[in-house]
C-alpha cells in the first residue's frame, strides 16, 4: 500500500492496485478448484504431492519426479524419469490425503478413479462452498485493506471527501465484480461434480 499514492482526481493507481490484488486471489481459488476432484481424472489432482525420495533426502513435488498423464477420463498414469523413485512415488501416493490406490508395473504407475458416489459428490460440494467463501472473504479483505487506506489519506487531507466517496464506491463495483467471477467459477465446478 506504501507504494501507492493518492492524487486528486486520479484513480489509475488505485484500481490498478486493487485489480491486481483481487487477481491474486481470483487465481488462488482458480488453483483450489483444480485440486477438488470432478467426474473427470486431471493430472493437477496428484501433480503437488510431496514425494519423499532417494532414501528420504529430498522431498520434491510429484510433477518435478514424472510425467503425469491422462490417457482416459478415469485414469492417471505416471511416468517417472528416474524408474528408481517408483516405489517412493508409489508410497507418496498412497500416504498422500487424495485416497488412490496406485497400481505399480514397474515402469509406470496407474491410478483408475472410482465412480463417484453421492456421498462423496456432496462432501466435495461442501469443500467447494467452504473455497469460495475464503476466497470471497479474502477479496473483502483487500477491500477492507483499501478503505482504511482511503480514510488514512483523507484524514490526513491529501484527498477530499467527494474523492474518497468515489474511491470507495470504485473499490466497492471491484469488489462486487470479482465475487461474481468466483462465484460463476464455482458454479462451473459445481456442475461439473453433479454431472
Known sequence: MNTIILQEGVVGPLEKYTQEEMI????????????????????SMIESIKISCYGGDSELPLKNLAS???????????????????????RGIKESDTG??????GNIIRISLPEMSNDVRDKLTKQLGKKLEETR??????????????????KKKN?????????????QKHTDDYIKKVEVLANKKEQDLKS
Not at 487465481?27 to 476432484?37: D, V
Not at 491422462?70 to 523413485?85: E, L
Not at 488412490?100 to 508395473?105: A, I, M, R
Not at 484527498?159 to 473499490?171: P, T
Request: hydrophobic share 35%; net charge negative.
Open 159 to 171: 484527498v477530499s471527501e467527494d474523492f474518497a466517496k468515489r474511491l470507495n464506491d470504485l473499490l
Open 68 to 90: 503425469v498423464s491422462t490417457p482416459d477420463a478415469r485414469t492417471i498414469m505416471i511416468q517417472p524419469w528416474d524408474t528408481a523413485t517408483i516405489a517412493d512415488i508409489e
Open 24 to 43: 491474486k486471489c481470483l487465481k488462488h481459488f482458480e488453483h483450489e478448484l483444480t485440486g477438488i476432484r470432478s467426474g473427470r481424472a486431471h493430472p
Open 137 to 154: 472473504v479474502s477479496i473483502r479483505n483487500v477491500r477492507k485493506n483499501i478503505q482504511n487506506f482511503i480514510r488514512d489519506e483523507e
Open 100 to 105: 488412490f490406490t496406485p497400481v505399480n508395473d
